[in-house]
């Protein structure tokens, strides 16, 4: 069949019109004028795009548009009811505020549209990639590496699981994990999920994944992984892999690599770091201590699209074992690895456990490029001393506001006590009372999401109630001012409850 051109649209004038609207999206996203979203439950969200004439449903029969204006129309509608999540007000995840650089960095990597798995296919960005890692290995420090790009902190620490599964028992690799020895890995009780959803993916099962108690801070207690040890060698399983997080999600915790690095090595276990949140602390040379011991991990995640604010997805890999994603990943196929042409040595996508995967060291290298080693610390410096100024503000609300959990780095946990609550005392506080406090929370970000204000996680962490999780991610133009101002509106919002 034919493409009939003159019965679409002019997609080189649809392109130069979509360009200006994103440049100006961009250029505005962080116009704290703004509300941080519109929202609109599904069924006016689906009847803003039928009334821009771009009905949601694709017709079973659907036919092309007739002018560039039907798709700028679901281009606007989109940019309009989205999260600006580069807003001033952003706090809802861990990830926040992207830059200029990174924006465009990312737009080359569309405009390319190249797979990074081959040099022929993909040149430039195959050197990108090989020199992004080696300066992040150098700043873990290692002294040798192994690593690629990867969508985020979960593929990280479910690639981290698999090396370390292939290290132990070599032959899962072609005989399967029947019949192999049976292995157990640890992780805090207050790890990543996907820690627990790796086991289940890589074959271990969830039950061979041990939760070892933490501390208040979300931090692995050592003597509490020597006795998970001891346990499961008693039920015949065969320790192998401990993964560590650098910031957890809700509260921030840093496990202490130092202190647990030893323990690894004597039961003869892969050490994994999860750092997808806390990593990039690794450049401040006055947060850096939080990691310390990092060098002695088998492998370590790393998002730059969290605290780094390139655009999602941008993450790094690696590991201090050269060569150790070949040798547990590689399959050969011929018809893209052909060891006889040119330049085949600088092919990377046989590491991969992908075959498709996007260029995304560009974004890093670039941002790297453009801000420095200098400009990355002071980033992630401003971030936590924003968290240090609201947990002094928290401590001088007079009961207004109590924290939850001691802050650590850039992660403030803390409740909202309305004065029907107050004076509230955790020592002393009802179960009725803590079932009160814990309704705040919801309530509070349900009235701010209505109004377009501030966007704010919150959570229950084992027995405590629902708590505000404020989290400081790429806080590039955001003051303690507007945080303050933040506070007295949640005491607005709030104070009726």
């Given at each position: 069949?034919?493409?009939?051109?003159?019965?679409?649209?002019?997609?080189?004038?649809?392109?130069?019109?979509?360009?200006?609207?994103?440049?100006?999206?961009?250029a505005?996203?962080?116009?704290s004028?703004?509300?941080?979203?519109?929202?609109?439950?599904?069924?006016?969200?689906a009847?803003?795009?039928?009334a821009?004439?771009?009905?949601?449903?694709?017709?079973?029969?659907?036919?092309?548009?007739?002018?560039?204006?039907?798709?700028?129309?679901?281009?606007?509608?989109?940019?309009?009811?989205?999260?600006?999540?580069?807003?001033?007000?952003?706090?809802?995840?861990?990830?926040?505020?992207?830059?200029?650089?990174?924006?465009?960095?990312?737009?080359?990597?569309?405009?390319?549209?190249?797979?990074?798995?081959?040099?022929?296919?993909?040149?430039?960005?195959?050197?990108?990639?090989?020199a992004?890692?080696?300066?992040?290995?150098?700043?873990?420090?290692?002294?040798?590496?192994?690593?690629?790009?990867?969508?985020?902190g979960?593929?990280?620490?479910?690639?981290?699981l698999?090396?370390?599964?292939?290290?132990?028992?070599p032959?899962?690799?072609?005989?399967?994990?029947?019949?192999?020895?049976?292995?157990?890995?640890?992780?805090?009780?207050?790890?990543?999920?996907?820690?627990?959803?790796?086991?289940?993916?890589?074959?271990?099962?969830?039950?061979?994944?041990?939760?070892?108690?933490?501390?208040?801070?979300?931090?692995?207690?050592?003597?509490?992984?020597?006795?998970?040890?001891?346990?499961?060698?008693?039920?015949?399983?065969?320790?192998f892999?401990?993964?560590?997080?650098?910031?957890?999600?809700?509260?921030?915790?840093?496990?202490?690599?130092?202190?647990?690095?030893?323990?690894a090595?004597?039961?003869?276990?892969?050490?994994?770091?999860?750092?997808?949140?806390?990593?990039?602390?690794?450049?401040?040379?006055r947060?850096?201590?939080?990691?310390a011991?990092?060098?002695?991990?088998?492998?370590?995640?790393?998002?730059?699209?969290?605290?780094?604010?390139?655009?999602?997805?941008?993450?790094?890999?690696?590991?201090?074992?050269?060569?150790?994603?070949q040798?547990?990943?590689?399959t050969?196929?011929?018809?893209?690895?052909?060891?006889?042409?040119?330049?085949?040595?600088?092919?990377?996508?046989?590491?991969?456990?992908?075959?498709?995967?996007?260029?995304d060291?560009?974004?890093?290298?670039?941002?790297?490029?453009?801000?420095g080693?200098?400009?990355?610390?002071?980033?992630?410096?401003?971030?936590?001393?924003?968290?240090?100024?609201?947990?002094?503000?928290?401590?001088?609300?007079?009961?207004?506001?109590?924290?939850?959990?001691?802050?650590?780095?850039?992660?403030?946990?803390?409740?909202?006590?309305?004065?029907?609550?107050?004076?509230?005392?955790?020592?002393?506080?009802?179960?009725?009372?803590?079932?009160?406090?814990?309704?705040?929370?919801?309530?509070?970000?349900?009235?701010?999401?209505?109004?377009?204000?501030?966007?704010?996680?919150y959570?229950?962490?084992?027995?405590?109630?629902?708590?505000?999780?404020?989290?400081?991610?790429?806080?590039?133009?955001?003051?303690?001012?507007?945080?303050?101002?933040?506070?007295?509106?949640?005491?607005?919002?709030?104070?009726?409850?």
């Open positions: 069949m034919t493409i009939d051109h003159k019965h679409e649209l002019d997609q080189q004038d649809f392109l130069i019109k979509a360009a200006e609207l994103l440049k100006a999206y961009v505005s996203s962080s116009d004028s703004k509300p941080v979203v519109e929202l609109a439950c599904p069924e006016k969200l009847a803003a795009f039928a821009a004439g771009v009905p949601l449903k694709l017709d079973d029969h659907q036919a092309a548009a007739e002018t560039s204006n039907e798709l700028i129309a679901a281009l606007q509608t989109t940019l309009k009811h989205s999260v600006r999540t580069s807003h001033p007000l952003f706090f809802n995840q861990l990830y926040a505020r992207v830059e200029p650089v990174g924006v465009a960095a990312d737009w080359a990597v569309a405009a390319t549209n190249t797979n990074v798995h081959t040099y022929e296919v993909a040149p430039v960005f195959s050197l990108v990639e090989a992004l890692l080696d300066k992040v290995a150098r700043v873990i420090g290692f002294r040798q590496h192994d690593g690629l790009l990867v969508p985020g979960s593929i990280s620490n479910t690639y981290a698999h090396l370390a599964r292939f290290r132990k028992d032959a899962v690799k072609t005989q399967g994990a029947a019949g192999g020895p049976v292995l157990v890995g640890f992780t805090s009780s207050h790890a990543h999920y996907s820690y627990e959803k790796a086991a289940h993916l890589t074959g271990l099962g969830t039950d061979n994944m041990v939760a070892v108690e933490a501390d208040a801070q979300g931090q692995m207690l050592p003597h509490a992984l020597e006795a998970a040890v001891a346990a499961a060698r008693k039920q015949g399983k065969v320790p892999f401990v993964g560590l997080t650098a910031g957890t999600t809700v509260t921030g915790g840093f496990d202490p690599i130092a202190a647990i690095a030893p323990i090595r004597r039961h003869s276990m892969w050490l994994h770091v999860d750092g997808s949140w806390g990593a990039s602390l690794l450049l401040s040379p947060h850096r201590g939080l990691l011991g990092i060098q002695q991990a088998d492998s370590v995640g790393w998002n730059a699209h969290k605290m780094l604010g390139l655009p999602s997805q941008c993450a790094a890999f690696v590991s201090r074992h050269p060569g150790v994603l040798a547990t990943n590689a050969h196929a011929r018809y893209l690895f052909q060891p006889d042409k040119l330049h085949g040595e600088f092919d990377i996508g046989d590491k991969s456990i992908q075959c498709g995967r996007k260029a060291a560009f974004k890093w290298w670039l941002q790297w490029k453009a801000v080693d200098a400009g990355l610390a002071a980033r992630v410096e401003h971030n936590i001393e924003l968290a240090e100024h609201v947990e002094a503000c928290v401590a001088a609300a007079g009961g207004a506001f109590l924290m939850a959990v001691p802050r650590v780095a850039a992660n403030v946990c803390f409740w909202y006590v309305p004065p029907s609550l107050r004076p509230f005392d955790p020592a002393a506080a009802s179960p009725e009372q803590w079932a009160a406090l814990g309704r705040v929370a919801p309530a509070i970000k349900a009235r701010m999401q209505q109004a377009g204000d501030a966007m704010i996680g959570q229950p962490l084992g027995q405590l109630p629902n708590f505000f999780r404020l989290v400081f991610a790429n806080c590039v133009g955001v003051s303690r001012q507007q945080l303050q101002q933040l506070l007295q509106r949640i005491d607005q919002y709030g104070r009726d409850l």
